[in-house]
């Protein structure tokens, strides 16, 4: 890869703009540009014939088309797709596609490993190693596109992959704005959806900037529990975390999604559900109920699928709209928080299965 050189898709329209002007081009070029990269998908400048020779060779030699390369790819029974994609400095991040036609969503990485430890997720085992550039959010979209070919458009994005995405907020938000522009792949805000485990001051940040859906990785009902599961409760406490959710500037008839794990005997009591009830009242709130997805050397597991459904009911007979989540994908590893992109070492894709595993469908 062509060191100092630039990375393309990290440039908003108008920054895009600005550069083609600095090289001596006219602004307009821009949207031609964008056109090319994210309409047509090009593989190389020269099948733009509407670009003079010279810039196409500027293009060529001065800018990096291409942020990741595909290192492997791997389907599980239920069709989920996980893609293993290398950065150019040898670290390695993991997409997943989730079909469910006629909606495709592809579930993307915001950083290369996690800072915030977690207990229950392997991702945080992996620690922190760098942000994504806003070019690796976005190619993430275009390569597994490119692969669809017009079999069929990535119709959902969701920003539950690796990493905390509102703790790499600029990269995070230029890629939305990249990935939402009218000139190129131009997804609706509402088809985006970026999930947090509650870093407040970006929360609200997130609200003025992009009118994306918000979901809320909350996993206890009350203080002292959740900050033994989420170190990072014990920055930004639930209080803080539910205010700034009734403060977040919903569209209307829109409301947070909030994804409550459920650990066998840990928070899965009919009394943490009560306690849920009670922590959401007020709030435009649906909850989403995953059950873990073990992994091996994971110190929690996975409720029986009695106390999953009671769980559930004291949710809806609260009036609590609350789904059980199909995690898809547990074979191959590309379940909810079984990301930690090792390829074919990874001890999470060693095809174990799990008693009860796929058994639940999306309701509604
Ligand atoms: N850091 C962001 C984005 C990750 S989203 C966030 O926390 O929201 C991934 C979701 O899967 C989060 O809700 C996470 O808490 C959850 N998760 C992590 N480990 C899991 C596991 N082993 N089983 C099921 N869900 C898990």
């Known amino acids: ?29 821009a949207r031609q540009l964008y056109r090319h990269l994210y309409v047509r998908r090009i593989r190389s400048w020269d099948e733009c014939s509407d670009l003079s020779k010279s810039f196409q060779a500027q293009l060529e030699f001065g800018t990096v088309l291409d942020a990741l390369s595909l290192e ?7 069709g989920t797709v996980k893609y293993l994609f290398g950065l150019s400095d040898g670290r390695r991040i993991e997409s997943v596609l989730i079909p469910d036609p006629p909606r495709y969503t592809l579930c993307l990485s915001s950083q290369v490993g996690c800072a915030l430890s977690c207990r229950f997720c392997l991702t945080g085992t992996v620690g922190f190693q760098r942000n994504l550039s806003a070019a690796e959010i976005v190619d993430q979209v275009c390569r597994v596109q490119q692969e669809a070919g017009n079999r069929f458009r990535i119709s959902n994005l969701v920003f539950m992959g690796m990493g905390e995405p509102l703790a790499n907020y600029e990269a995070v938000s230029n890629a939305v704005h990249i990935l939402c522009d009218p000139n190129g792949m131009a997804f609706s805000h509402r088809r985006i959806t970026v999930s947090t485990a509650g870093l407040v001051p970006q929360m609200e940040r997130l609200g003025r900037d992009s009118p994306v859906n918000l979901a809320v990785s909350l996993h206890a009902p009350e203080d002292g529990l959740r900050s033994e599961l989420m170190p990072v409760n014990r920055t930004y406490s639930l209080g803080d975390l539910l205010n700034a959710c009734r403060r977040y500037p919903l569209a209307p008839r829109k409301r947070i ?15 943490h559900a009560k306690a849920l009830v009670k922590l959401l009242h007020g709030v435009k709130a649906k909850v989403n109920l995953i059950p873990f997805n073990s992994y091996p050397g994971s110190e929690f597991r996975r409720p029986s699928e009695e106390r ?10 609260a009036q609590l709209t609350a789904l059980v989540r199909q995690s898809r994908g547990f074979e191959i590893g590309a379940a909810c928080g079984q990301l930690a992109a090792l390829g074919k070492d990874d001890p999470s894709s060693r095809g174990e299965t799990e008693a009860g595993h796929g058994f639940f469908s999306l309701p509604g």
């Open 308 to 317: 999953i459904l009671a769980f559930q009911e004291i949710l809806t007979g």
């Open 257 to 271: 999604t909030f994804e409550y794990l459920l650990l066998d005997g840990v928070n899965d009591q009919p009394r």
């Open 1 to 29: 890869m062509k060191t100092d050189a630039i990375l393309i898709k990290n440039f908003t329209l108008q920054q895009l703009e600005d550069w083609v002007e600095s090289v001596g081009e006219r602004r307009f070029r």
């Open 72 to 78: 492997e790819k791997r389907t599980s029974s239920d």
